[in-house]
């Protein structure tokens, strides 16, 4: 004989083929929002195996709708010598239970229609803030959202940087000698004077100016320019502070992927597919391409070549290699990603091997690829166009 079993919201309950109620196993009311969890999770409850073990002196065939292992289940049935168990997502125990649960729930124990309805929205509205909750502390969260800030930081301080350059030219356009942002800030945002700047700070920076041909400003336009600086100062101290926060994050819950690729450009990779699961579940294929979408769709709609690398070409080892070999180096990296990404997720250990591995594997590459090979296609001549075909006509 065979049976169907199926989850609701207020347990589990079997049907036999003709989908008649033979047994069912309902959860206390104050912990069936931690039950659908547990379930959600593919973890084995109690009422489950309950159900189970009671209708399997009757029936020979179980039917179970469950995304679990049948190996799960083994090693809390009673008696597997005589009892097969199917797994399926849906059967139609499942079907019938969907399409008349209000009526299947009075059947099992709840009192009236009006307090199956208000369990219902009850346990959903639960289930919805455990979801919630459990997804913001999530640490992957709290990492995408930290290089997220340093690339808008990039970005703001890029263009505070142009304008106060711009600005304190019209007083001391001979300092634009100094190249690097941070120095060139921070002597504005600490001393500002120009008269200052030349007789006492120049020297540690290698640079000799005597004069100065700028604008004479007043006091309150030099102590204008001068907090405009201590602003994008600030904003760079800020930046130093986020990444110094995402390598200390990194090393806590992705050890091999920062060691493979570094803190940021690990990060970058976690954020932009939306977290570290997402990523561990991503074929290694899709990882060497990630960044590169809009030249893949180029690629699908116009013919074009597809894309080697997408994010990953920010890795020295793929960015400066030759280009005939940076393809290959591109999806041995993505492949080991792939493994560092799935070691962090499911293990956690940090496996030194993965990055010596591929610092062999990259090596071995460039010592077999000293030049880039001749193509093996013959080009077509062009057909002349002044030649005139002759047509061949009936004898």
Known sequence: ???????????????????????????????????????????????????????????????????????????????????EIKLNTTNIGGEYLRENLEKILLYIGFESKEKVRKMIVDNHNRIARLKMKESSQEEDKLLIQSINAI???????????????????????????????????????????????????????????????????????????????????????????????????????????????????GAKLIAHVGSMKKLALYPSGTIQILGAEKALFRHFKTGENPPKHGIIFQHPNVRTSKWWVRGKIARTLALKISLSIRKD???????????EDFIEKIEKIKKDNPFPKKSSKKLKKPKSKNKKTKRKGKK
């Not at 997720?345 to 990055?355: P, R, S, T, V």
Request: aromatic share 8%; net charge negative.
């Open 1 to 83: 004989m065979e049976a169907f079993i199926s989850l609701c919201i207020g347990g589990f309950v079997a049907f036999d083929k003709n989908l008649k109620i033979i047994d069912y196993e309902s959860f206390k009311d104050n912990e069936i929002h931690l039950k659908i969890i547990e379930n959600l999770n593919n973890e084995i409850l109690d009422e489950e195996i309950n159900i189970i073990n009671k209708i399997s002196n009757e029936y020979s065939i179980i039917n179970i709708e469950s995304n679990k292992k049948l190996s799960d289940y083994k090693t809390n049935i009673n008696d597997l010598n005589n009892l």
């Open 151 to 265: 690339d808008e930081i990039d970005e703001a301080v890029s263009k505070l940087v142009e304008r106060i350059r711009e600005w304190y030219a019209i007083y001391f356009p001979e300092l634009e000698i100094i190249h690097k942002n941070e120095t060139y800030v921070k002597l504005i945002a600490n001393i500002g004077d120009r008269e200052e700047i030349i007789k006492n700070h120049l020297e540690e920076h290698e640079i000799s100016i005597d004069v100065s041909n700028g604008a004479d400003i007043e006091i309150e336009d030099l102590e204008m320019v001068k907090g405009f600086g201590k602003s994008i100062k600030s904003l760079q101290e800020s930046r130093k502070a986020i990444d110094e926060y995402i390598d200390i994050k990194m090393n806590k819950i992705a050890p091999n992927l920062k060691n493979l690729v570094g803190s940021s450009l």
């Open 345 to 355: 997720y499911f293990n956690g250990n940090l496996d030194e091997k993965i990055k």
